[in-house]
């Protein structure tokens, strides 16, 4: 509605292909609603929050040309290895649980208040102290403000070389419908690299699918890497044929495609029954899990009398409604009493149980405590078993058909998203 926020670009050239084409991106509704309530500015932001989109897109030549990024051009060699199946560079190695970011500067759907600054301060320090500094954010998280606070902590607290090295940041670029040429994909990077404190970004992925222009954005990803403006690269809501096209497309510059970001939980088992998980193990991709806590329903925190309210509300009430939901609950909570564990705990080890790094999202230091203390126990193999048992019963969790994302790239006909 707002032709300055959201110009129309090439090819959407009308308002009826612009609605179509929104239609995927739950983001993209999210921006309306936080550029009607004017929710996303801090006080202290030197430019409105309102018009990163615009900024980015348009004029992030601007922005980067003022920008202070190192020479960059040997940065590849110096942190990039081997695959142990390949002679493809660009793998990373990550800890085997890293923190979600999407809250930090999430106005809308999170609440962020720059009041809060000081508690993800707290946040980012104790995982830099316990050597799990591993972060995971995007462009479009806070419209910019995730990356930026990200990046001051880590200037703050890092004042050596080797200290900056012990924080692994991953950011995404959004596949936004009028982003269209690999140029979209380095540019954005920059903009991205400049908010983090203008170093190379340890892993830059695809956000997730466009209804076209995919293999241009993988093209743009070989583009960044080559440049020295990223260390390796990734993708996020890829399925089984778009993944393998995708590792294809970079092996063919003698890239690797380092990891594929999917949601997977307890309650969205999706990736393991169809696939998916079996297809990154084969291809020596490394799996992040996104909302591995179920959006706070593998928390313990909620019951049948005490519901989420907001988007929430009505998960819950269907998850309620099924009586397997509260079977899995009892499991979880058993095996959680047997280790003097938190229930969040529970779902976040069988995540790495199945081989995946969870990157559940923390806002407050017990939060973060809480969830990188996960790794001091582990699940027995039984314990495994009883959950996979009851997971797999619940139905009234989300579905992937009910996801945003488009499923076919309608110029190549390449199956973009599954799950």
Same mark, same amino acid.
């Given at each position: ?211 076209? @222009?995919?293999? +241009? ?6 583009? *960044? /890497? !080559? &440049?020295? =403006?990223?260390?390796?690269?990734? %993708? ?76 929430? @509300?009505?998960? +819950? ?6 009586? *397997? /939901? !509260? &079977?899995? =609950?009892?499991?979880?909570?058993? %095996? ?84």
């Amino acid at each position: 509605t707002d032709s300055h926020f959201f110009p129309l670009p090439p090819p959407v050239q009308s308002i009826d292909m612009w609605t179509s084409t929104v239609k995927y991106s739950s983001f993209i509704q999210v921006f309306l609603l936080a550029h009607q309530s004017h929710a996303l500015a801090p006080p202290s932001s030197s430019s409105s929050r309102r018009n990163f989109l615009e900024t980015s897109l348009v004029t992030t030549s601007s922005l980067v040309a003022g920008a202070s990024l190192p020479n960059l051009s040997n940065a590849n060699e110096e942190v990039s290895t081997l695959s142990t199946d390949t002679n493809l560079t660009g793998a990373i190695s990550l800890p085997p649980i890293g923190l979600g970011a999407w809250a930090w500067g999430d106005s809308l759907f999170w609440g962020y208040n720059p009041k809060n600054d000081y508690d993800l301060r707290e946040v980012f320090d104790y995982a830099f102290n316990m050597n799990l500094a591993f972060f995971d954010t995007a462009e479009l998280y806070g419209l910019g403000r995730s990356e930026d606070l990200i990046g001051k902590f880590r200037k703050d607290l890092c004042k050596t070389k080797e200290e900056e090295e012990k924080v692994i940041v991953a950011s995404k670029f959004a596949a936004l419908p009028w982003r269209t040429k690999r140029e979209d994909v380095v540019k954005a990077c920059k903009a991205s690299a400049k908010r983090l404190g203008g170093q190379p970004i340890d892993l830059y992925q695809i956000h997730f699918p466009n209804a076209y @222009a995919n293999e +241009a954005y993988w093209d743009g990803l070989a583009d *960044a /890497y !080559e &440049q020295g =403006l990223v260390r390796s690269v990734g %993708v996020s809501n890829y399925g089984v044929d778009a993944m393998r096209a995708c590792h294809a497309k970079l092996a063919e510059r003698g890239i690797k495609l380092a990891t594929n970001q999917i949601q997977m939980s307890l309650l969205y088992r999706w990736p393991i029954d169809n696939g998916l998980l079996d297809a990154c193990k084969e291809l020596d991709v490394k799996v992040l899990s996104y909302s591995p806590l179920a959006l706070g329903f593998l928390t313990g925190k909620y019951d049948a009398t005490h519901l989420p309210s907001g988007p929430r @509300a009505k998960t +819950a009430e269907l998850l309620f409604h099924d009586g *397997a /939901y !509260e &079977q899995l =609950l009892a499991v979880i909570r058993n %095996v959680a009493e047997k280790h003097d564990a938190p229930v969040s705990q529970v779902a976040l080890n069988w995540c790495i149980a199945k081989g995946t790094i969870p990157i559940p999202g923390a806002r407050t230091i017990n939060q973060a405590k809480q969830n990188l203390s996960t790794l001091d126990w582990k699940l027995t193999a039984e314990e495994e078993r009883l959950l996979d048992d009851a997971s797999s019963k619940v139905t009234g969790f989300i579905t992937p058909d009910k996801n945003p994302f488009p499923r076919v790239d309608k110029d190549t006909g390449l199956k973009m998203y599954d799950s």
